[in-house]
């Protein structure tokens, strides 16, 4: 389970910057550039903007996996990649990789080893979260022949199996149909109405608005614009996900032909 909150804020950036070495110049290149934003536990932000705009930096650097070389990152008030954060957050990359010969159970199964879940509540927990993605019936299948959408749902499912208060997910709709897309969404949105706090970036910007409490817009590695959806839209969210009108006549025609 994961430890107390410990402070306002599930999510803390303070003038947040990575930059790398390029090349024997001596010149640098800046992946972020002083990002400084919050988010309160039980909330969904996205992160929005194109390749290269500092999305998944951020979302590493949240996550533990590289080190800022200017300012903060905090998870419920602990440094992020402490042990104390890490145990707060679960993440789904860019590009989940999974090994064919397993199961989806399998699968989880090794994951919950990964995350230490005591033995005697795992077996339980896998199939709470099979249940809850959808899993149940390709649970003994090889994840080689698990579609798209499919190892996506698998993904999420690692990422929330230990419970963790913070959720990170790097372009989870990427590939995805709109049915995918629509899923996943409402699978965000039912994360977050149990408490969990969800960070997701996307370049797809047409359903942010209505997964998200708060939007980010990054470019080039600087914060262009952070706010609510009214804030940034001058409508609020819809607290209800359905598909647009397009969306939903692709998937009438789908359906029809099954």
């Known amino acids: ?13 303070a003038v947040l910057g990575k930059s790398y070495p390029v090349g024997w110049t001596g ?3 800046h992946a972020l550039r002083s990002v400084s934003l919050r988010l309160a536990s039980g909330q969904v932000l996205g992160l929005l903007g194109p390749n290269g705009s500092g999305k998944s930096t951020t979302l590493k650097a949240l996550a533990g996996l590289i080190v800022p070389t200017a300012g903060s990152c905090r998870i419920l008030g602990h440094a992020a990649g402490s042990e104390a954060a890490r145990a707060l957050v679960g993440y789904l990359p860019e590009a989940p990789q999974f090994s064919p010969h397993l199961t989806g159970r399998g699968y989880l199964h090794f994951c919950a080893g990964l995350s230490s879940l005591a033995a005697a509540a795992s077996a339980a ?10 899993l149940e019936s390709a649970a003994d299948r090889r994840l080689a022949g698990y579609s798209k959408g499919m190892r996506q749902r698998l993904g999420l499912a690692q990422a929330i199996l230990h419970d963790p208060a913070v959720l990170l997910l790097d372009e989870p709709t990427s590939g995805l149909d709109p049915g995918g897309r629509l899923v996943f969404g409402r699978m965000i949105r039912d994360l977050a109405a149990r408490g969990k706090t969800v960070v997701f ?6 359903q942010a608005g209505d997964w998200c409490d708060r939007l980010a817009i990054l470019g ?14 001058g409508a609020p969210r819809s607290e209800v996900l359905r598909p647009t009108c397009l969306e939903e006549l692709y998937l009438r025609q789908i359906d029809a032909a099954v």
């Open 27 to 29: 010149g640098r290149f």
């Open 201 to 206: 970036s996307s370049h797809l910007v047409a």
């Open 125 to 134: 927990r896998v199939e709470q979260i099979l249940g809850w993605c959808g």
């Open 1 to 13: 389970m994961s430890p107390g909150v410990t402070a306002d804020w599930a999510i803390e950036l």
């Open 220 to 233: 080039q590695g600087r914060l262009l614009a952070e706010g609510t959806p009214m804030d940034l839209l």
